[in-house]
Each structure stands twice: as structure tokens, then as C-alpha cells.
């Protein structure tokens, strides 16, 4: 097997997705993030299969790892389309929390270079004390982050869907071969 076999280039592309998928994950969780951390999870086990049936001539794993990458490009399609506000989707929908809490994306309060600062409200004058109201500054919105994200797995999956097809005709010309 040659370094840039396309069996190698598939086992870089999981692993690539296994890594971009955990990190992604982890920041779900922070934003208590149901439906996307469900869906990460089992991204992750299957990609873990994908990569199994590539180092074991496994046919069976890669066409379940490409019948996923499917539902795993259509699902980050969504995902982008939520954050961008396309097709009437919300990004200040509760789809993404099932509607079981009022959490959004860690993001949205702790992307680079956010920070607080505290404005006095127009309402003051009707109030004893004026009111301060949070307000946050950041150097990119938190749903250009998600949808980078994204983008990011869109593309690795788009790779290793294309690889993952050719290693699956390559082992079934093998086996077509032996027989």
C-alpha cells in the first residue's frame, strides 16, 4: 500500500473527520445542543466503521460509511441553512435544543473576541436607576463560526465520500478478480 494510495487517503480523511467531528462535539455540548450532539455521535461511530472497513477490506463498512456521508452532507447542508437564516429556517429556533432547554450555540457568548460591554437602556427615565444592557462586541458572529464548521465538514466529507466510492469499486474488482 503506497502513501498516497487511496485507501491511506480515506484513512486520513476519517481520522480528519474524527478529529474536526469530536471537536465539534465538545462545543455542542458546551451549548447544550441536543439534535447536533446525537448526530455527532453517531457520525462519529460510523466513521469509525468507515475507517475499520478500509484497514480490514471490509466492503460492507465503507458502503455504510457512504450511505451516512449522505445523511452527514444533507444534515451540515441544514445546518448552514439554519445559521444563514435560508429556506425559513431560524437560527433563533429551538430545533437544534429539541425545545428541551433555551440554550443556543456556545458561540453566540464566547466567540473570538467577544466581550461585554454595558449600555445604558433608552428606558432609564422611567426607572429610579438606569439599566445597563449587555451587549456583546465580537470579531465574527457566532453563526459565520457554526457555518464555517460546517462548510468544513462538507468539504472533508465530500472527500472522503469520493474515496470511500473508489476503494469500494477497487475491492469489489478484487474479489471479481479472485473469483
Given amino acids: 500500500m503506497g502513501c498516497c494510495s487511496g485507501r491511506c487517503m480515506l484513512m486520513f480523511f476519517c481520522v480528519l473527520q474524527l478529529i474536526t467531528a469530536v471537536e465539534r462535539q465538545v462545543f455542542d455540548f458546551l451549548g447544550y445542543q441536543w439534535a447536533p450532539i446525537l448526530v455527532n455521535f453517531l457520525h462519529i ?3 469509525i466503521f468507515g475507517l475499520f472497513g478500509t484497514v480490514q477490506y471490509k466492503p ?9 456521508t449522505v445523511f452527514w452532507v444533507t444534515w451540515n447542508i441544514f445546518i448552514c441553512c439554519l445559521y444563514l437564516d ?16 433555551s440554550h443556543r450555540s456556545w458561540w453566540k457568548e464566547n466567540g473570538p473576541g467577544c466581550g461585554n460591554r454595558n449600555l445604558p437602556t433608552t428606558r432609564w427615565q422611567h426607572l429610579d436607576s438606569p439599566a445597563l444592557v449587555s451587549e456583546l462586541s465580537c470579531l465574527l458572529e457566532y453563526q459565520y463560526i457554526e457555518v464555517m464548521h460546517s462548510a468544513l465538514q462538507l468539504f472533508i466529507s465530500a472527500l472522503g465520500f469520493v474515496f470511500a466510492c473508489y476503494i469500494v469499486s477497487i475491492f469489489s474488482e478484487e474479489e471479481d478478480t479472485c473469483l
Avoid: M, Q
Avoid at 86 to 101: F, I, R, V
Fill in 45 to 47: 461511530i460510523v466513521v
Fill in 60 to 68: 460492507r463498512c465503507l458502503v455504510l460509511y457512504i450511505v451516512w
Fill in 86 to 101: 435560508l429556506g425559513g429556517l431560524s437560527k433563533d429556533s429551538d430545533y437544534l435544543s429539541l425545545g428541551l432547554s
